[in-house]
């Protein structure tokens, strides 16, 4: 089939491009670059360099696609907090308007990337797709948008429509160059340079780290499953580590002893997160199946080349 990918040439988005490349489907790419990176193309895919807010080009993008990939966004939370108005362009309207193209182009589903954010502080683990929600951030606040714009669409116009609900998504391509780069890259990164990591908090925090070709699967699924028409879900492993697990692991793939530093945990932090993956299960037949080892492992390997 013919798949649309915006923000293809992004971390999520440009492992979802070679999974569907490789599964035989066709794939073109519409990514503004912004954070995205050329050399994250696979050649195979056709690439058009545009903003999903460019309508006359997103329109054009759309033509003779069966199921658009929306991966882009304004990732940063903390850049969220401080350009709301540009995280609630980008996210909502951009996302509204890839919405209101798929319907014009006659695509028959939307697979979307919505975020754990939107579960903010609730205390509450796992967290399931109908725990009380908590956005915390314009950026949290524009995933929940969509997600409501994506129910729209599947009632009013019979848009077919997927939500998930990603948790800390990491593997090969993610960018460890800023510091809300997720914490898995930046860690890599130190660990591989001997330099110090600097753990925010007591490392006693969790996360649910998902490996990035697992997402992939479960958009597969979600691209292919017959009979659905608007579905919000959790991708996560669905299992918790702890920073300091996490710090022990990737010491020990690498083979050297970390050095590290402590320092005040971050403004909004959550303390906990993992996903309940049962709806995952249930609704698509999906579970990631990458260990965190493994994962581990393949994104050392990417980063030393
Ligand atoms: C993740 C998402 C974010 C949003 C949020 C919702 C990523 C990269 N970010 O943020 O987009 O969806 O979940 O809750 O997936 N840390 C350190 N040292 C560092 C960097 C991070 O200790 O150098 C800590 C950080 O304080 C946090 C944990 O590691 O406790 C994970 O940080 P992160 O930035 O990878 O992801 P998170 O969960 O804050």
Redesign the pocket.
């Known amino acids: 089939m013919q798949v649309l990918i915006t923000g293809g040439a992004g971390f999520i988005g440009s492992t979802i491009a070679r999974r569907f490349l490789a599964d035989g489907h066709r794939v073109r790419i519409l990514d503004s670059l912004e954070t995205g990176l050329l050399a994250n193309i696979p050649a195979d895919a056709e690439f058009i360099e545009a903003d999903i807010r460019d309508t006359d080009t997103l329109g054009k993008a759309c033509q003779g696609v069966e199921v658009i990939l929306h991966q882009a966004a304004m ?3 903390v850049l969220s907090v401080a350009e709301p108005s540009l995280c609630f362009d980008v996210n909502v309207v951009g996302t509204q308007r890839v919405l209101q193209a798929a319907v014009a182009a006659g695509a028959r589903r939307v697979v979307m990337a919505s ?3 939107v579960y903010g502080n609730n205390p509450v683990q796992p967290k399931r797709e109908d725990s009380p929600l908590d956005p915390l951030s314009p ?2 606040d524009s995933k929940l948008t969509n997600e409501v714009n994506a129910r729209y669409y599947s009632a009013y116009h019979g848009l077919e429509t997927v939500c998930f609900r ?4 990491f593997g090969p391509r993610q960018r460890p160059d800023s ?6 890259s ?2 890599a990164l130190k660990l591989m340079q001997d330099e110090t ?5 007591t ?1 006693e ?1 969790t ?1 649910d780290f998902v490996f990035a070709e697992d997402v992939a699967g479960a958009i597969t699924a979600a691209a292919t499953q017959p009979g659905i028409r608007h579905e919000v879900l959790n991708v996560g492993s669905g299992r918790p580590t702890s ?1 300091l697990e996490l710090v022990e692991l990737a010491a020990a793939a690498i083979g050297r002893p970390p050095k590290l530093a402590f320092a005040e ?2 403004a909004g ?2 303390m906990h ?1 993992q996903a309940d993956v049962t709806g995952l299960a249930q609704r698509l037949g999906y579970t990631a199946r990458t260990s965190l080892d493994v994962g581990l492992a393949r994104t050392l390997d990417w980063m030393q080349g």
Do not use: E, K, M
């Open positions: 990732v940063s939370v975020s754990s954010a950026y949290a990603y948790f800390n998504v510091p809300y780069s997720g914490v898995i930046i860690l990591f600097t753990i925010f908090g490392g925090q996360r920073l945990g971050r932090d959550v997160s």
